[in-house]
């Protein structure tokens, strides 16, 4: 036994360094790779992907809060499509397939592409107030169908359908710092990290991961024939059909819901001061705007509730009178055409934009055809 083996025998070990322990210089080389890595990786061929946009494109579901994101899409929808059509999960589609919604049957109504779908999913109108003002600046000088949800107004007994703080659920919705806040360190931290989660150099390859949630799977089923490798390059992650939590008529069942709700006046109301902000934003940025109200399934109200709700459409339809903005209120459409109180199913769809188109022909003229 030689000397080396006879120290590890006796339960001696030759010391081991600390791989924590870097020397000054060894600080240095691992500074200058980090370094190296944070300013080639957004020169990669990342930066000069193409955007391929899907018909029937939509945000898929689980990135509604990247609101980079949505940027990015009005950006490109408002170069390829003469109108837009804006609002909550009701114009998204909650309840129908992409190729199932408002915006799809308009086209296919009209013949063409004409309309984008710019929806996205809780946006109640203080929410879609700040999504527009500060994430959407290129939806400027274009017609625009403006979907305004009636829900965001419903009260059942003391709780309202957007109780509490409005944008609680939509963080770093607004681009700035939160009010309300006394400590001026916490203020100091707050804006210092901010300034630093803004830096070019690092924020962009992160957006970049997280907005790159792609089911190769599930896109890869509903486009059978078609070469991912475009799609899946592009700055836009594919559109997805993946949420889709009801299908079928909220009536389906042995006993169908209904709803004790009402309605007040909505000019005392926070949401709809908000949306009025909405119309003054969007006019002033020169778009034509057709507001459409509703629908609301009245089939699942008590009848308190119907009478409520319709002296509440009374009430809006004299504000968008006295304002002289255009809009269009749907008749009824039958009990088996929505999935539950606000959200129509795919036939639902078809008939609202079938009805839209007649009775708003001559405002539609005005957008002209996709070439």
């Not at 322990?21 to 240095?28: A, H, Q």
């Not at 080639?40 to 689980?62: A, G, H, N, W």
């Not at 086209?107 to 929410?127: C, S, W, Y």
């Not at 799609?231 to 836009?236: D, H, I, M």
Request: charged share 20%.
């Amino acid at each position: 036994m030689n000397g080396k083996d006879a120290g590890i025998a006796g339960g001696l070990s030759a010391p081991e360094r600390d791989v924590l322990r870097l020397s000054s210089r060894e600080w240095l080389l691992v500074s200058l790779g980090v370094l190296g890595i944070l300013v080639c990786f957004p020169k990669l061929r990342l930066q000069d992907r193409v955007t391929v946009m899907e018909p029937d494109y939509r945000i898929p579901y689980s990135l509604s809060h990247r609101y980079r994101l949505y940027r990015h899409y009005t950006n490109v929808a408002s170069l390829r499509y003469p109108a837009l059509v804006v609002g909550d999960s009701v114009v998204w589609g909650q309840c129908a397939l992409r190729h199932r919604t408002l915006s799809h049957y308009l086209n296919e109504h009209v013949g063409g592409q004409r309309f984008a779908n710019a929806g996205l999913d809780a946006m109640h109108p203080i929410a879609l107030e700040n999504l527009l003002e500060y994430h959407a600046p290129s939806v400027t000088r274009k017609s625009v169908i403006l979907q305004f949800n009636p829900l965001w107004l419903m009260s059942q007994g003391e709780v309202s359908a957007q109780a509490g703080e409005p944008l609680r659920n939509r963080p770093n919705l607004v681009p700035r710092l939160a009010s309300g806040i006394q400590s001026s360190r916490k203020l100091l931290v707050e804006d210092a990290w901010s300034r630093v989660a803004r830096v070019e150099l690092w924020n962009r390859p992160i957006e970049r991961v997280l907005e790159s949630q792609v089911d190769v799977l599930a896109w890869s089923i509903s486009h059978p024939y078609e070469n991912p490798s475009q799609v899946l390059t592009s700055p836009l992650p594919p559109s997805e059909d993946t949420f889709s939590p009801r299908l079928e008529a909220w009536n389906s069942g042995t006993n169908p819901t209904t709803v004790d709700c009402f309605w007040s006046d909505p000019r005392h109301h926070g949401q709809w001061q908000a949306f009025e902000r909405i119309l003054d934003r969007l006019e002033s940025r020169g778009n034509r705007v057709l507001i459409v109200v509703g629908p609301i399934n009245e089939h699942m109200l008590t009848p308190a509730g119907r009478e409520s709700y319709r002296l509440f459409l009374d009430a809006v339809r004299n504000l968008l009178v006295s304002r002289k903005a255009p809009f269009y209120v749907p008749p009824l459409l039958p009990p088996d055409r929505f999935a539950d109180i606000c959200h129509p199913l795919a036939p639902g769809y078809e008939d609202l934009a079938r009805l839209l188109l007649k009775d708003q022909a001559e405002w539609l003229e005005g957008i002209p055809m996709l070439r």
